[in-house]
């Protein structure tokens, strides 16, 4: 398995000194408006204090500050410590090269340009790594677990954007992203005109035998069966008729209800997010507008990864064999397949900035009153006025 210890604060250009000085990126490393990240303890050798994020030239490249290239004079006699120096520095070189090989050889993601946020693109690339290991051993190759902790673990998996459910799940995901842009979650819950739901919350309550299987990884929550769409029909008609509803607690640890409920207020608006919305009629007609946010499968199967790790207490081996068991069959033959029901689709999710925008506007004027006459009485048949409500279906499981 490729160090990423060791590679994550380097990069090896590999083009010549005249096109780095040409481009964009060479005069942002030039005048010092590159942004570079400030100096940070490498995993596991804290000890050595802050090092600085360096990318590594061959001779052909002028020293600087954040470069590092050999020394040159191949026929000149170079003492011991600076040989020593130009072997280590084109070892690190090297291992770059051949990490981002690999990887690029397994993965289809570093083909091409990752159209994510930073934090969600190392939440993939330590995926990914992990995934590297996980096939290591499957086919029991060498295997090397060098990702900054004794035993192999990532380290800080959370700050690197994993998803926390089921609140900051809601919060990196496009209905989160619409109520940040709404300035809703910076509202008392009594008075916002926005309130969010996810489908998480409305798992079944599991039978005994249920449950020894869901502890197992046994147990198939990506079907629809796994959900109590009984509780999401009232709870979606209270909500219609201006009443405050309780919102189950699911724990995804236990794979119980807890005992403790979420209260949401009457709202203006209902954002319900889910990957299996769409599939039961009822509840698909009860919503206005229907958005299918379509997500690169590389990117659903890292958040799921380091999500069920960090968060659900879960080790890879189990993560992957449901992913293969239940969560992919499942979302091809009841997700997907829902797509043709959306009304508006949203591809690469929150990172998608201009198609949510597009929906934050439709959204605001619903709440300044621009679309009362017309959405009032004319939608789904209804002649009273209804609470407005988006829904989500997402191809990334949750």
Not at 136 to 143: C, T
Not at 288 to 297: G, I, Y
Not at 352 to 357: G, K, R, S, T
């Amino acid at each position: 398995m490729p160090s990423t210890v060791s590679v994550l604060s380097m990069l090896v250009l590999t083009a010549r000194e005249e096109t780095l000085r040409d481009s964009a990126f060479g005069q942002a490393l030039q005048d010092g408006t590159l942004e570079i990240p400030p100096p940070a303890s490498l995993p596991g050798a804290e000890d050595l204090g802050p090092v600085p994020h360096i990318f590594v030239g061959d001779e052909a490249f002028t020293l600087r500050p954040n470069l590092m290239r050999p020394y040159a004079g191949r026929q000149l006699p170079l003492s011991k410590p600076v040989r020593i120096f130009n072997k280590q520095l084109s070892r690190a070189r090297l291992v770059v090269e051949c990490a981002f090989g690999i990887m690029a050889a397994r993965w289809r993601m570093y083909w091409r340009v990752l159209g994510l946020s930073p934090s969600n693109v190392d939440a993939c690339v330590k995926a990914t790594c992990v995934l590297y290991n996980y096939l290591q051993r499957s086919f029991q190759e060498p295997l090397r677990m060098e990702m900054g902790t004794p035993n192999g673990h990532l380290p800080d998996v959370t700050r690197a954007g994993a998803n926390n459910a089921p609140r900051q799940a809601l919060q990196s995901s496009v209905c989160g992203k619409i109520m940040e842009l709404l300035g809703q979650n910076k509202i008392d819950h009594h008075q916002r005109q926005v309130a969010i739901l996810s489908q998480d919350s409305f798992y079944r309550v599991l039978t005994p035998d249920q449950k020894a299987k869901a502890l197992k990884g046994q147990f198939n929550f990506d079907h629809p069966d796994a959900f109590d769409n009984e509780l999401i029909v009232k709870t979606l008609w209270d909500i219609l008729e201006g009443q405050t509803v309780q919102i189950p607690v699911y724990d995804f640890v236990t794979h119980s209800r807890k005992e403790e409920a979420v209260t949401v207020y009457p709202a203006d608006v209902v954002l319900f997010e889910g990957i299996l919305m769409f599939y039961s009629q009822e509840i698909r007609d009860l919503f206005q507008m229907k958005l299918f946010v379509d997500t690169d499968a590389d990117t659903r199967l890292s958040r799921r990864v380091l999500r069920d790790i960090s968060e659900r207490g879960r080790d890879l081996e189990q993560v992957l064999t449901q992913y293969i068991t239940f969560v992919k069959p499942a979302f091809e033959e009841f997700c997907l397949p829902t797509k043709k029901c959306a009304d508006v689709i949203i591809p690469r999710g929150a990172d998608n900035l201009v198609a949510i925008n597009l929906i934050v506007q439709h959204i605001q004027d619903i709440l300044n009153g621009g679309l009362t006459k017309r959405l009032n009485g004319s939608l789904n048949g209804y002649g009273t006025p209804r609470k407005r409500q988006v829904s989500e279906s997402s191809s990334r499981p949750h």
